[in-house]
């Protein structure tokens, strides 16, 4: 594994990303309750940000940052090895692009970077928080949810759901690339990696069934958000053995 390296930071890909995820989850939830618009009906599926039409809004939003040289334009390198603008933030600046979502996207992502926060504390003060008891990691509060969770899918029909633990550390496991009971023998960079994915399920797990989220995509949400929380603070997921 490399360096750990977490940051007060996210491209304006990775917030997309999260926004176009949440719109669409919005949609199936809308049209789950019958309050979709008429316009929203006509359409038949959720309206998708563009990366240039945010670009936009990141330039209005911060016309005076970006010409005093606080906000600078980046590039990432696209499909076809073409160089393509980006503007990279910070976690608050971040907060305020998305003042011009709808509230249950706003919630939602905004839950997603008080995990990213969150991540940044504790490197900066070192309060791993990691409990080892009898040489295993305790999991806390994701086995709450997750217990919950199972009766949430008992309830939409799911034959196997005392599978979900098993689910959910396998999909923790495959995240960081250990293998299944071997968290006893990782380093704490690998074990600060663990106990921010679990938090981050844990507040997905609850928010997904305030909202009434079924419970598979809940776990889609899940593995989607994993994967770039593990790409934001190691820059390189492949380096942890992560296979899509």
Not at 165 to 181: E, P, R
Request: overall charge positive; aromatic content about 6%; some cysteine.
């Amino acid at each position: 594994m490399g360096e750990l390296r977490l940051k007060n930071q996210i491209t304006s890909k990775e917030l997309l990303e999260q926004i176009n995820l949440f719109r669409q989850e919005e949609y199936k939830e809308k049209l789950k309750n019958n309050t979709l618009t008429e316009a929203q009906i006509k359409r038949g599926k959720a309206v998708k940000l563009e990366h240039k039409d945010l670009l936009d809004i990141i330039r209005d939003e911060f016309s005076e940052e970006i010409g005093l040289g606080k906000i600078s334009p980046s590039s990432y390198r696209n499909s076809q090895n073409k160089k393509q603008p980006m503007f990279i933030l910070t976690l608050n600046q971040a907060k305020q692009v998305l003042l011009r979502e709808s509230k249950y996207v706003r919630r939602a992502i905004i839950a997603y970077i008080e995990v990213l926060e969150q991540a940044i504390i504790d490197k900066a003060k070192s309060e791993w928080l990691l409990t080892r008891q009898q040489g295993k990691l305790v999991r806390r509060e994701e086995t709450d949810a997750i217990q919950v969770l199972i009766e949430y899918a008992k309830k939409q029909g799911s034959q196997h759901p005392d599978k979900l633990y098993m689910t959910y550390s396998k999909l923790v496991n495959s995240l960081v690339g250990i293998k299944a009971n071997s968290r006893d023998k990782v380093d704490f960079g690998i074990l600060m990696i663990i106990r921010q994915l679990e938090d981050m399920f844990t507040r997905v797990i609850t928010s997904s069934m305030e909202n009434e989220i079924r419970y598979k995509e809940i776990y889609q949400i899940c593995k989607k958000q994993g994967t770039q929380f593990v790409e934001i603070v190691n820059g390189n997921v492949k380096s942890l053995g992560y296979v899509n």
